[in-house]
Structures are given as C-alpha cells and as structure tokens.
C-alpha cells in the first residue's frame, strides 16, 4: 500500500499541509494583535510613570560645594582602634543591620530618598 503514491495522496497531502499553514498563519495574526494590545497598555503605564515623575520629583538641589579630600602623611599614627570596654554604637558598628526588620516598600523608599 505505501509502496505506490497516487497523484490523489499527493494532492491530500498538499491539501492538508496548506490547511495547516493557514490555520497557523491566522493563530499568529490573533497573537500579534494581543501583543500590540498588551504592548498599548505598556506604552500607557510607562506615560503615566513618566507624568507621575514630573509631576512630584523635587526641584534639583543647589550645587554642592565641593569636597576637599585631605589625605594623611605616611608619619602620622593610625586612628585608635576602640578597646572593648568602648564599643561605638551598634548604627554604626553594622550599619546594613539597621534597618533589617522593615518591608521592601520602606527599604525602597529609603533606597529612593537618598538617590534623590
């Protein structure tokens, strides 16, 4: 039975293989229109964050004046270490533990407050 193709199986399959293409062709129509929805709704949000930006970003600071970096001669003793019984306070001690107990909303807020 497989061993002879009518001109009939051929056209079948040519058939059927074109059914394929255009039913795969009309489901990537119908996917690129939800993309270029989904993608409307992006370009929306991404306005609205840029107006909300504008709108409440604080006025730019006064330049600062600049910092002048003084460096210690080769001769002078290092800073003291603290002895034990003089510990300096622990904000200090382990400054990234400080604010350990918060939420991701106030450690982004805090992130965002010293950038600006």
């Given at each position: 039975?497989?061993?002879?193709?009518?001109?009939?199986d051929?056209?079948?399959?040519?058939n059927?293989?074109?059914?394929?293409?255009e039913?795969?062709?009309?489901?990537?129509?119908?996917?690129?229109?939800?993309?270029?929805?989904?993608?409307?709704?992006?370009?929306?949000?991404?306005?609205?964050?840029?107006?909300?930006?504008r709108?409440?970003?604080?006025?730019?600071?006064?330049?600062?004046?600049?910092?002048?970096?003084?460096?210690?001669?080769?001769?002078?003793?290092?800073?003291?270490?603290?002895?034990?019984?003089?510990?300096?306070?622990?904000?200090?001690?382990h400054?990234?533990?400080?604010?350990?107990?918060?939420?991701?909303?106030?450690?982004?807020?805090?992130?965002?407050s010293?950038?600006?």
């Open positions: 039975m497989w061993d002879h193709l009518t001109r009939a051929l056209e079948q399959v040519r059927e293989l074109k059914r394929r293409r039913a795969a062709l009309r489901r990537q129509a119908e996917e690129l229109r939800g993309l270029s929805t989904e993608w409307d709704g992006v370009e929306t949000l991404y306005l609205l964050i840029d107006e909300f930006t709108k409440f970003k604080p006025a730019p600071a006064a330049a600062a004046e600049p910092v002048i970096v003084v460096e210690r001669a080769a001769k002078e003793t290092p800073p003291a270490t603290h002895h034990r019984d003089q510990r300096p306070p622990p904000e200090t001690r400054p990234h533990r400080r604010h350990h107990g918060e939420s991701n909303f106030e450690t982004f807020a805090r992130a965002v010293r950038t600006v």
